[in-house]
Each structure stands twice: as C-alpha cells, then as structure tokens.
C-alpha cells in the first residue's frame, strides 16, 4: 500500500521586496528548498531543527496554506498541490492542524460547543442536535469535563485550551494531523499531560502525526521516525532509536550535544558540541552543504567538496537512515552522546 | 554576611478581579560568586520576586507589601529611586528573556552601551566606546568595533542577547538576575550563551539568579536551586541533592514530567493532574494540596513551613516527607 503522505521535492520559495519597474521580486527567500518524506498511516514522523529552517513553512504547504513552489505533495495517492480550492474540501477533513498558541487559534467569542461543532456543520456531517452529542464525546475524549461546553475559551487554562485545540482537530475523524510545536507554550507538568494524551488518542484513532518541534526530548517521546531540517532541507532522517543514538549527520550530533539533561553529573561532565556563529540566512544560503560554514567534521572531507556540492540525502549502508553528508562513512564519533 | 538577604518579601497585585498574591513570605541568602537557580513554573512568582529585589514591579498595579531586601549592607526597598537607579545597571544587573524588546530599536549598540558606563562611571565618550568594544568581544561578538554602529534589527537574536549579557556585564556588577537568558533561543545558540556565562562567572567571580523554567540548564549552571510554586518556596536544596533525590512532591513531579533523552521514550511521561492554582483564589492550605498525590487531610486546612530535611542545608514544604537524618 502507497504512504498515507508522500512528499517529493517540496519547495517553497517567498518573493521579498520588489525591484524596479518590472515587478520583479529582488530577492528570494528558500524557506523550503527540495524537502522529501513519506508517512504511513498511524506513524508519527517528527520534523525538528531550529527557527527559520522551515519546518513550519513545510507543514503550511504541505495543508495548501502556502502553495508549494515546486514538488508534490501526494495524500493517498493524490497530488494535493494540483488541486482546486473546491477538490481541496473533501481533504481538509482528512488532514487537520494543531497549533503553537492554543488561545489564538480559538475564536474567543465561541462557546467550546460551538466550535467543536462548527467543522461537522461546515462539512455537513451531522445534524444539529447530533453535533452537540459530538461535541460532548470530543470533550471526554480529550479529557475535558463535557458539563464545560457552554464555557468560553478564556475560562479554560493554556493546558485545556489546547485540549480543545485538539479535539476539534479530532472532529472530523481524521487520518493526519499536523501538530506545529503543540506544546511548547506550556508549563512542563502540562506538557508531559498534552503529550500522553497525543499519544493515546493516536493509538485509539490509529491517527498519523506530522509533529513539528524544536525540542528535540518530546519528539523522542512522540514520534516514530524524526527528520531533522536545516536551512530549508532534511539533512537525516531515521527512525527514532537510530537517530538518537547513533546521530549521522554533524548538525544532528550538536543539536542533540546541545539539548541540556537534567542530571547535573552528566550536565558537568559533557562535551557539548558549540557550533561557530549563526545560521545563514535562507535569502542567501551558502554554496554546497547548508551546514558547511558551521559544521565541526568539514575538515574530514577531501578537497572542497562542502563547499561546492550539496550533498544528497542518500541511504545509510546499515539500518533505515537517510543523511545528507559528504562525509558517507559516518563522522568517527557516531557513539551515543550521552553514555 | 551574605551579598545578597531576602527576608519575608511579600508582592501582590491589585487588579479588577481583586488582589492577586505573586509572591508571599519569600526568603533567602546569596553568596558573593554563588549562582541559584530559581525554577517554577508560569505564575509561580519566580520573575516578579526577582523584579522587586530590582525596584522594578510597576506600582500601580504592584504592591511590594511586606519583606526586606538587603544587599551588600543596604536596605534595597529602603532606598529612594534615584539611590536604586545608581545601584541597577551597575552593582546589581540584569539580562531578560526577549533582547528584541529590551534593547532601544532606534539607538546602535554603541550608544547603548556607552550610556551604561556614561551614567554610572561618568566615563567619556571615546573610553566608554573603547570599553564597550572590548565589552562585544569579551562575549564573543565578531568584528567589535564595526558592531558598535549596527541597530538591534541588525542582528540576530543571539547576537542581540549577547549584546544585553555585554551590557549587564560593563560595570562588573556583584550581581546578576538573569531572567530566561535561553529561553527564546534555539539549542544551539543556547549552548554558546551557556558556556559564555558560564566563562564570564569564573572570571568576574559574580554572583547569579538564574530564572529559568528549564531544569537542564539549571542542573548544569545552578549551585543551589529553590523551587517556587504559587509565590511560595516549596523545596530548596544543593543542586545535585534535588535532582538525585528531590523531596517536595511538587518536585519529583515536575523531574519525572520533562521529557529528556535517557528516559524510556515508549514509556507514558508521568505528569501532575490538574493545572496551577489561581493566585486570586489560593487554597488555604498548602497551594499544591489539590494536584499532590501525598494529600493527607490537613493539607487542606494547614501550610506546611519551609522545613529542614536531613542533615544537609535543605528545606522543603510539606508534611509527609520523611524528615530524618539521611545518609
């Protein structure tokens, strides 16, 4: 059976500014610049890595909220970016969206009710008295108390919020869910609430999770497969346990060499991979590797291939992995950063 | 003596749906060169305790309604604004979490910082901006001189927290409150900004309150913690004592629920029920009785004081942990 999402050559390019008289866009910002994955129903693939290297400009095209400039976005076998706006429908209840900020994705002058009732009514899936049956489940569901559907969402705490959040992305019973750092506006004990309850609803709805973060410890939590995004592009891409101990790529390494512990022995001993200076800007990305101006293992690689060649993202020789290095046969250190 | 005393620090807001409690009966001791942390999470009072140290709560709404504040001998609450203003910035400073708001977007760098040793060190101009470059490159800003004319907008947010930690720093002040240094930023530039902070201490030998929610920053940089919930000290212990054997249950619930990178990851993350309490309508109690798992009847008439535990400088809150001498 084909992948519930398949993704090929996903790019999406931003004009910026305008230059003379032609109208013409002075620059380009590559947000996303040729992103490829696929996901089987009921997995969790994680997106991870730091602002600005597109992982949310991906979700947005990938849901047709930025066209893609370029790529396929195949959803069961059909290339969501050709679509029309009307063919688009019958998807949009199919694949849905959690967000960041639980209190500005909720219209505050709607009832709990009515807005867990709103997408049945817009895609006509039920009749009105059996929407607010509907919604009384999605408030169980989600853990919220179904006596609260009259409240408003100014009532509920950041932790309820995006429980609603997420029972109405349930609403319409879909196949994939798109989460876009989902908690990490939360309070820790929150948190860890938001992530149980994700990971039983997928097991109960046998859901697929797109799961966008920057924290590299919940996705571990969460996600079956993780892709790490770098300046418009996956540079690796492994399932869960192989990525986190036994990192390919250099940036996945300081990422995670980074990510503090809490464990103050293990805090004092490490040896944190520092990365030199920032990430480039995407409106002009470096020649070759993204990664090569800051990338601590360049000097392994022969002659000036990083900086002339963008690597591939190509099978590793053992396992599932996919990473994007010129440095094919695995930086030496490849252990296990936190043994 | 201790740099830094705070005893009894009460803070509480007046706002249209009454009197909000931040932070009641707050104290503790600082050392010259020591480095606290002070963790909790939204709403627990750990931020607006370290602004009323400052002379920063905005009154109104902010009451500062009860305590004492003395550092290096003087009497902080005691003193006039102009008095505090001379002390801020200088003996005392600070770093806040987003270097976007806090830094004027309409002046370079330079004149930033410049003004800094212009008011508190009467230095003139072209010292203060040989200083102020010396500064930049002390916390590693390439090209320092040529940086000293570029706007905030200009940079990016590491650099521009990089210039608020060279800003706090240029008097060399005794004491730094820095307010989620990290938190708006990603891991990677976390890591430079932690071990630059963690240079800069060794060298200038300052003392820090580090406000922050993330527990693996505080596990690497903190000497001691004290964890606050509800505008209340709950647990206070030497560093590696609360992550190895935290007390307080509000504690070992907060080290079990951060989902970190040894944990079993098939494994449900434990969590604490229910969510903070509202600081307008406290429990009377102890504030956590109602998501605690050890709840005994009294905790929901009574407080727990802050209380030795062991043998070692520790304290916690609350009226079922074991007090006896440990190993």
């Known amino acids: ?339 | 003596m201790s740099l830094l005393e705070i005893r009894d620090l009460g803070v509480r807001f007046e706002t249209h749906h009454g009197s909000v409690r931040a932070v009641t009966e707050l104290s503790y001791e600082l050392d010259e060169g020591e480095t606290l942390g002070l963790v909790g999470e939204s709403g627990s009072g750990k931020s607006v305790s370290s602004l009323a140290v400052l002379g920063l709560i905005p009154q109104p709404p902010g009451v500062v309604d009860a305590g004492r504040v003395r550092f290096d001998g003087r009497d902080l609450l005691a003193l006039s604004p102009k008095a505090l203003r001379a002390i801020r910035g200088n003996e005392i400073s600070m770093i806040f979490q987003d270097p976007m708001t806090s830094l004027n977007p309409l002046l370079t760098v330079g004149r930033q910082l410049t003004e800094v040793l212009e008011v508190h060190r009467g230095v003139g101009r072209r010292e203060a901006r040989r200083r102020c470059a010396e500064g930049l490159g002390d916390v590693g800003i390439p090209n320092p001189e040529a940086r000293l004319d570029a706007f905030p907008h200009e940079l990016s947010g590491g650099m521009r927290q990089r210039v608020m930690i060279a800003m706090a720093l240029l008097c060399k002040p005794k004491l730094l409150f820095a307010d989620e240094p990290t938190t708006a930023l990603d891991v990677t530039i976390q890591a430079q900004i932690l071990e630059l902070m963690g240079d800069l201490r060794e060298r200038h030998g300052m003392a820090i309150v580090l406000i922050t929610h993330d527990l693996g920053v505080v596990a690497g940089m903190c000497d001691r913690v004290h964890v606050m919930y509800a505008g209340r000290l709950v647990e206070v212990a030497e560093t590696r004592a609360l992550f190895h054997d935290p007390q307080h249950p509000y504690t070992r619930g907060l080290l079990r629920s951060v989902p970190n990178l040894k944990s079993d990851p098939d494994e449900r993350l434990a969590s604490i029920d229910g969510s903070p309490p509202d600081l307008a309508a406290l429990p009377g109690g102890c504030a956590f009785a109602p998501r605690c798992e050890l709840r005994v009847e009294r905790c929901q008439d009574s407080r727990p004081l802050l209380e030795p535990v062991g043998a070692d400088d520790r304290r916690a809150a609350c009226f079922e942990i074991d007090r006896g001498t440990r190993a």
């Open chain 1, 1 to 339: 059976m084909s992948p519930l999402l398949s993704v090929r050559d996903l790019a999406k390019h931003f004009p910026v500014g305008k230059a003379g008289l032609s109208g013409k866009p002075a620059a380009w910002l590559r947000a996303v610049d040729g992103v490829s994955f696929d996901l089987e129903r009921g997995e969790s693939l994680g997106l991870v890595g730091e602002s600005g290297c597109g992982k949310s400009t991906t979700a947005r095209a990938i849901i047709g909220l930025h066209p893609p400039t370029a790529g396929t976005v195949e959803f069961d076998g059909v290339d969501l970016a050709k679509l029309s706006r009307r063919a688009w429908l019958p998807y949009r209840r199919r694949i849905q969206m959690i967000f960041q900020d639980p209190y500005a994705s909720l219209d505050p002058r709607q009832t709990v009710g009515s807005i867990l009732a709103e997408p049945l009514k817009i895609h006509d899936l039920a009749k009105p008295r059996d929407r607010r049956l509907r919604a009384l489940a999605l408030l169980d569901a989600v853990g919220l108390n179904p006596r609260h559907i009259n409240r408003y969402p100014h009532e509920f705490s950041g932790g309820q919020r995006q429980r609603i959040g997420i029972a109405r992305a349930l609403a319409l019973e879909p196949e994939l869910i798109i989460c876009d750092e989902p908690v990490s506006a939360l309070d820790v004990s929150i948190q860890a609430q938001i992530i149980n309850l994700l990971r039983d609803l997928q097991e109960r709805f046998d859901l697929a999770y797109l799961f966008i973060a920057h924290d590299l410890a919940v996705v571990r939590h969460l996600c079956h497969r993780v892709a790490v995004m770098y300046l418009g592009r996956v540079v690796e891409i492994a399932p869960r346990d192989e990525l986190y101990t036994h990192p390919q790529h250099p940036y996945t390494r300081a990422l995670l060499s980074a990510v503090p512990v809490t464990d103050p022995d293990v805090e004092r001993a490490r040896r944190r991979i520092v990365l030199q200076g920032d990430v480039p800007s995407p409106m002009s990305p470096p020649a070759g590797c993204p990664f090569h101006p800051r990338c601590q293992d360049r000097e392994q690689v022969a002659g000036d291939r990083c900086r002339t060649e963008v690597p591939r993202l190509e099978r590793a020789a053992a396992g599932a992995r996919e990473y994007a290095c010129h440095l094919s046969g695995g930086p030496e250190s490849g252990s296990s950063l936190h043994d």
